[in-house]
C-alpha cells in the first residue's frame, strides 16, 4: 500500500515536471523583459449596457461574441466583463449568489466559454471581475450562515452582537448609505456590509473562505480566462475588535457626518491575501487588475507588493477625480506613476464615474477634447483600461427624476448624486432606435446625442472620435515605443501644453497635447536628449500643424494632439 502511494506520487511529479516548462513558456517575456498584459489594452465591458441578442432590453453574452469583430477592429487586445456571475441585481451583478456559474440573464457557462474561444480567435483575452469583498446575501454560503449560530458557513461572515441598547456593534458607515450592519432577527446578531444590505461582507481572516475564493479563480483561470479585476480589495479586512472609527470634518452625499475609515478599509492583512491570490494567477499566467482608490502615487503603489508579487495592474483612478486636466499637475503625477517601480495603468472613466467626454466637455471643443484625452492616456507608459462607448464620445445620460433612477445609491442620495445610470447606458452602436442596442425596451434609455456618436455613423466619418481612437489604437500596437518605451518629459514649465518623448529601441516619437482652450506654439530643442538636428514627421494629428520638419513650430488649436516620429 505503501509502495502504491509513492508511485502515485511519482507519477503526479512526473505530470508536474511535464507541466512545468509550459507554464514557464505561457509566462514568457518578450526582449524588454515585458509580458503580455504590460502591452495590452484592456477594454470594459458592463454587460447589462453593450449588445443585447435576444431583445429582452438587456446585453447578454452572445451579443458581446457577436462585436468581437468590431473590438478587432478597433484595436483592442482584452475584454473585462464585469459581473456577469448569477446574481439577484442589487448593485447589477456586484451582489454575487454563485461564483462559477452565469447568470440566466447573460446566457450560459457555454456562451461564455464561445466569448471566450472567439476571442482567442480575434488574439483577444477576457477577463472577469472577482467580487473579494462580499457576496450576495443569496449566496448558498450567506443563507447557511445566517441560519443559525452553529451552522457550516457561520464564520465565513461577519456576525456580532449588538450592543447592549441593541444598537449596531459599532458605528461603521455603508459607503452606500445608513449603517454598515444589518440585524437579523433568526440568530438576534448583526452582520456587516461595507456596501448594500444584500451585500454581507466575506470574512477573509477565516483560511476555509480564502480557499474556497482562490478556487474560484481556478475555475475561470481553467476556462480560458486571462485573470480578473479585483473588486473592492480596499474593504476586505476588518479590525475584529471593531473600534468606533474616528470622526471626520464635513457631512457626505448622505448628509452624513464623515468619518476616518480607520478600522474598515486598507487594512495590511489584505496584502498577505493579495500575494496569495497572485501565487495562484501566475500558475496560470495570468494578471491581476486592482479597483485601487488612492490618493497619491505612494498609495498605490504598495499595491504592486515588496517584490512586485501582488496586482500586476492597480489601476490609477487618480485621473478621475481631476476635475480639470493641467499640465502643472499632470506632469508630477505622471513621473509618479512612471517611477513607482511597478507598470501604470491608466483609466480615465469607468462604470462608477460620469464619462470623461461629460466630465471634460466645454460645449465648443467635445470631440476634440475627446481626441485628446484618447491622444495623452493611450500614448502614456502603461496599460490603459478603457470603458465601452468612450471611442464613440459617449456621454452622460443622466436621470431626470428620481423615480427613472435604477441604481440604488442613486435613490438614496438624489438629488445631490444622481447614482451611477447616467455613465451606464447602452452602447450607441446607430443612429435609429435605441442606438441600435436592442429592439426591446432597453433597461437606460439612450442620450440624444445617440443620434451622431454612433458606431455606424462615426465609421465612416474619417474626423470622429472613433476614427481618431481606432488610428491611435493600431499605431500604438505597432510601435514598440508606445507599448514599452521610457517617458520623457519636455518643456516642463509649458503651463498649457503638456509634451513628452516615447523611446525604445532607437526610436523616439513626440507627443505635443494641448491642454487649454487657446491656441498654442510650443517648440522643441531636443539637443538636450541627444537628437540634434531633429526632424518630425507626423503620425496622428488632431488640430495641429507643424511649419517644418525641424520642430521649431507646432502650432496646436485648442485641444489640439500632434504624434510625430522624430528622426535625426
Ligand atoms: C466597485 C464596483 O465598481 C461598483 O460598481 C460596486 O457597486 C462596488 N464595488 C461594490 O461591489
Ligand atoms: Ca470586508
Known amino acids: 500500500m505503501k509502495k502504491l502511494v509513492s508511485a502515485g506520487a ?155 441598547d441593541g444598537q449596531p456593534p459599532n458605528n461603521w458607515l455603508s459607503t452606500f448609505g445608513l449603517s454598515a450592519w444589518k440585524y437579523d432577527p433568526t440568530t438576534k446578531q448583526y452582520y456587516y456590509h461595507y456596501f448594500y444590505p444584500e451585500q454581507p461582507d466575506l470574512n477573509w481572516r477565516n483560511p476555509v473562505v480564502e480557499k474556497a475564493m482562490f478556487d474560484t479563480t481556478r475555475f475561470w483561470y481553467k476556462r480560458g480566462v486571462a485573470g480578473f479585476r479585483l473588486d473592492a480589495v480596499d474593504t476586505m479586512y476588518e479590525d475584529p475588535n471593531l473600534p468606533d472609527n474616528p470622526p471626520a470634518p464635513g457631512i457626505d452625499k448622505f448628509g452624513r457626518p464623515n468619518m476616518l475609515e480607520k478600522y474598515n478599509k486598507k487594512l495590511p492583512e489584505m496584502h498577505g491575501a493579495l500575494q496569495r491570490l497572485r501565487s495562484v494567477a501566475d500558475e496560470y499566467d495570468a494578471v491581476l487588475i486592482g479597483e485601487t482608490w488612492t490618493s497619491d502615487v505612494k498609495q498605490l503603489r504598495e499595491y504592486y507588493g515588496p517584490t512586485g508579487n501582488e496586482l500586476q495592474l492597480p489601476m490609477d483612478l487618480m485621473l478621475t477625480d481631476m476635475k480639470k486636466m493641467e ?118 434609455p439612450v442620450p440624444a446625442s445617440a443620434a451622431t456618436h454612433n458606431v455606424e455613423a462615426e465609421r465612416k466619418d474619417p474626423n470622429s472620435v472613433f476614427a481618431f481612437y481606432k488610428t491611435l489604437l493600431h499605431l500604438r500596437k505597432n510601435e514598440t515605443a508606445f507599448r514599452e518605451g521610457k517617458y520623457v518629459s519636455l518643456n516642463e514649465n509649458d503651463a498649457n501644453v503638456l509634451s513628452y518623448l516615447r523611446q525604445a529601441n532607437g526610436e523616439t516619437i513626440l507627443v505635443a497635447i494641448n491642454f487649454s482652450p487657446t491656441k498654442q506654439a510650443p517648440n522643441f530643442d531636443l539637443s538636450k536628449q541627444g537628437i540634434a538636428g531633429a526632424k518630425a514627421k507626423a503620425m496622428l494629428q488632431n488640430g495641429a500643424t507643424a511649419a517644418d520638419d525641424a520642430l521649431k513650430t507646432v502650432e496646436l488649436a485648442p485641444y489640439g494632439i500632434y504624434i510625430a516620429r522624430i528622426s535625426e
Request: with cysteine; net charge negative; aromatic share 12%.
Open 327 to 444: 499640465p502643472r499637475v499632470l506632469r508630477p503625477h505622471i513621473a509618479g506613476l512612471d517611477s513607482s517601480g511597478g507598470w501604470p495603468t491608466y483609466v480615465i472613466t469607468n462604470h462608477d464615474i460620469v464619462r470623461s467626454y461629460t466630465r471634460y466637455a466645454d460645449g465648443l471643443h467635445n470631440d476634440d477634447i475627446a481626441k485628446m484625452m484618447a491622444g495623452f492616456y493611450l500614448t502614456l507608459r502603461g496599460t490603459p483600461v478603457m470603458y465601452y462607448g468612450e471611442e464613440i464620445g459617449m456621454e452622460n445620460n443622466d436621470p431626470k427624476r428620481k423615480e427613472e433612477v435604477k441604481d440604488p445609491v442613486g435613490i438614496l442620495s438624489w438629488p445631490k448624486d444622481k447614482g451611477r445610470d447616467g455613465e451606464r447606458t447602452p452602447m450607441q452602436w446607430t443612429g435609429g432606435t435605441n442606438a441600435g442596442f436592442t429592439s426591446g425596451t432597453p433597461w437606460l
Open 10 to 164: 511519482i507519477l503526479f511529479t512526473i505530470c508536474a515536471l511535464i507541466a512545468a516548462p509550459a507554464m514557464a513558456q505561457q509566462n514568457k517575456k518578450d526582449a524588454l523583459g515585458h509580458a503580455w498584459w504590460q502591452h495590452a489594452v484592456i477594454y470594459e465591458i458592463y454587460p447589462r449596457s453593450f449588445a443585447d441578442s435576444n431583445n429582452d432590453g438587456i446585453g447578454d453574452l452572445k451579443g458581446i461574441t457577436s462585436k468581437l469583430d468590431y473590438l478587432k477592429e478597433l484595436g483592442i487586445d482584452v475584454i473585462w466583463i464585469t459581473p456577469c456571475f448569477p446574481s439577484p441585481q442589487v448593485d447589477f451583478g456586484y451582489d454575487v449568489s454563485d461564483y462559477e456559474a452565469i447568470d440566466p440573464m447573460y446566457g450560459t457557462l457555454q456562451d461564455f466559454d464561445a466569448v471566450v474561444a472567439e476571442a482567442k480567435k480575434r488574439d483577444i483575452r477576457v477577463i472577469l471581475d472577482f467580487v473579494v469583498n462580499h457576496t450576495s446575501d443569496q449566496h448558498k454560503w450567506f443563507l447557511d450562515s445566517k441560519s443559525s449560530k452553529t451552522s457550516a458557513h457561520r464564520d465565513w461572515y461577519i456576525w456580532r452582537d449588538g450592543k447592549p
